[in-house]
Protein backbone atom coordinates (compact mmCIF):
# COMPACT_ATOMS: atom_id res chain seq x y z
CA UNK A 1 0.00 0.00 0.00
CA UNK A 2 1.50 3.17 -0.84
CA UNK A 3 -0.14 6.46 0.83
CA UNK A 4 0.25 10.01 -0.31
CA UNK A 5 -0.48 12.76 2.13
CA UNK A 6 -1.28 16.25 1.40
CA UNK A 7 -2.52 19.47 1.89
CA UNK A 8 -0.33 21.31 5.06
CA UNK A 9 1.07 24.49 5.17
CA UNK A 10 1.80 27.56 6.99
CA UNK A 11 -2.10 28.60 8.56
CA UNK A 12 -2.86 31.35 11.50
CA UNK A 13 -4.07 30.29 14.09
CA UNK A 14 -7.62 29.70 13.97
CA UNK A 15 -7.47 29.15 10.75
CA UNK A 16 -9.29 25.89 9.30
CA UNK A 17 -7.05 23.14 6.81
CA UNK A 18 -7.78 19.95 5.39
CA UNK A 19 -5.53 17.11 4.55
CA UNK A 20 -6.03 14.52 2.87
CA UNK A 21 -4.58 10.99 2.28
CA UNK A 22 -4.94 8.68 -1.11
CA UNK A 23 -3.95 5.30 -0.89
CA UNK A 24 -3.36 2.95 -3.61
CA UNK A 25 -2.17 -0.76 -4.19
CA UNK A 26 -4.84 -2.68 -2.04
CA UNK A 27 -8.69 -2.29 -1.95
CA UNK A 28 -8.52 0.61 0.55
CA UNK A 29 -11.91 -0.49 2.00
CA UNK A 30 -10.25 -3.15 3.88
CA UNK A 31 -8.35 -0.55 5.28
CA UNK A 32 -8.43 1.03 8.94
CA UNK A 33 -7.05 4.51 8.44
CA UNK A 34 -5.47 6.81 11.42
CA UNK A 35 -3.48 10.30 11.37
CA UNK A 36 -0.57 10.55 13.52
CA UNK A 37 1.88 13.60 14.42
CA UNK A 38 5.44 14.40 15.24
CA UNK A 39 7.40 16.90 16.49
CA UNK A 40 10.69 17.27 16.60
CA UNK A 41 12.23 15.77 19.55
CA UNK A 42 8.86 13.79 20.77
CA UNK A 43 7.39 10.54 19.93
CA UNK A 44 4.90 10.54 17.20
CA UNK A 45 1.77 10.76 19.02
CA UNK A 46 -2.07 9.46 17.81
CA UNK A 47 -4.70 12.34 16.38
CA UNK A 48 -7.61 10.64 15.10
CA UNK A 49 -8.73 7.13 13.25
CA UNK A 50 -11.46 5.77 11.15
CA UNK A 51 -12.28 2.34 10.62
CA UNK A 52 -12.41 0.59 7.38
CA UNK A 53 -16.27 1.25 6.77
CA UNK A 54 -16.35 4.71 7.77
CA UNK A 55 -18.62 4.20 10.55
CA UNK A 56 -16.29 4.18 13.89
CA UNK A 57 -14.08 7.15 14.24
CA UNK A 58 -11.42 8.44 17.65
CA UNK A 59 -9.90 11.04 18.53
CA UNK A 60 -7.27 12.41 20.53
CA UNK A 61 -8.44 14.34 23.62
CA UNK A 62 -6.83 17.34 22.40
CA UNK A 63 -8.45 17.47 19.14
CA UNK A 64 -12.12 16.64 19.70
CA UNK A 65 -14.35 19.04 18.62
CA UNK A 66 -11.85 20.76 16.69
CA UNK A 67 -10.73 17.84 13.77
CA UNK A 68 -12.60 15.78 11.60
CA UNK A 69 -11.53 12.57 10.41
CA UNK A 70 -13.61 11.41 6.79
CA UNK A 71 -12.98 9.27 4.24
CA UNK A 72 -13.88 8.53 0.87
CA UNK A 73 -14.10 4.92 -0.07
CA UNK A 74 -14.89 5.70 -4.04
CA UNK A 75 -11.98 8.16 -4.18
CA UNK A 76 -9.36 5.96 -2.00
CA UNK A 77 -8.42 8.87 -0.35
CA UNK A 78 -8.82 9.86 3.46
CA UNK A 79 -9.33 13.18 5.14
CA UNK A 80 -8.07 15.25 8.44
CA UNK A 81 -10.38 17.85 8.57
CA UNK A 82 -8.70 20.57 11.28
CA UNK A 83 -10.23 23.51 12.47
CA UNK A 84 -9.65 26.36 15.55
CA UNK A 85 -5.91 25.48 14.67
CA UNK A 86 -3.43 26.27 17.56
CA UNK A 87 0.19 26.85 17.35
CA UNK A 88 0.62 23.68 19.26
CA UNK A 89 -0.97 21.56 16.13
CA UNK A 90 2.48 22.72 14.76
CA UNK A 91 3.86 19.02 13.54
CA UNK A 92 4.49 16.80 10.22
CA UNK A 93 0.87 15.08 10.57
CA UNK A 94 1.80 11.29 8.88
CA UNK A 95 -1.40 9.21 7.48
CA UNK A 96 -1.46 5.35 8.14
CA UNK A 97 -3.36 2.43 6.96
CA UNK A 98 -3.67 -1.27 8.84
CA UNK A 99 -5.43 -4.05 7.84
CA UNK A 100 -9.00 -3.68 9.07
CA UNK A 101 -9.94 -7.24 11.71
CA UNK A 102 -13.06 -7.61 13.22
CA UNK A 103 -14.33 -4.20 15.14
CA UNK A 104 -11.07 -3.36 16.96
CA UNK A 105 -9.24 -0.20 15.83
CA UNK A 106 -6.17 0.89 17.08
CA UNK A 107 -4.96 3.93 18.52
CA UNK A 108 -1.23 2.50 18.66
CA UNK A 109 1.36 3.74 15.72
CA UNK A 110 2.78 -0.01 16.19
CA UNK A 111 -0.15 -1.36 15.11
CA UNK A 112 -0.02 0.66 11.40
CA UNK A 113 1.68 -1.36 8.69
CA UNK A 114 1.62 1.49 6.31
CA UNK A 115 2.34 4.81 6.33
CA UNK A 116 2.71 8.20 4.95
CA UNK A 117 5.47 10.39 4.24
CA UNK A 118 3.82 13.39 6.46
CA UNK A 119 2.91 16.67 5.28
CA UNK A 120 4.30 19.57 7.44
CA UNK A 121 1.84 22.26 9.09
CA UNK A 122 2.77 25.11 10.97
CA UNK A 123 0.17 27.29 12.66
CA UNK A 124 1.65 30.53 13.61
CA UNK A 125 0.18 32.80 16.39
Known amino acids: VQLQASGGGLVQAGDPLTLSCAASGRTFSSLDMGWFRQVPGKEREFVAL????????FYAEFVKGRFTISRDNAKNTAYLTMNSLEPEDTAVYYC???????????????????WGQGTLVTVSS
Open 96 to 114: AARVAYGTYTSTYARDYIY
Open 50 to 57: INWSGTST
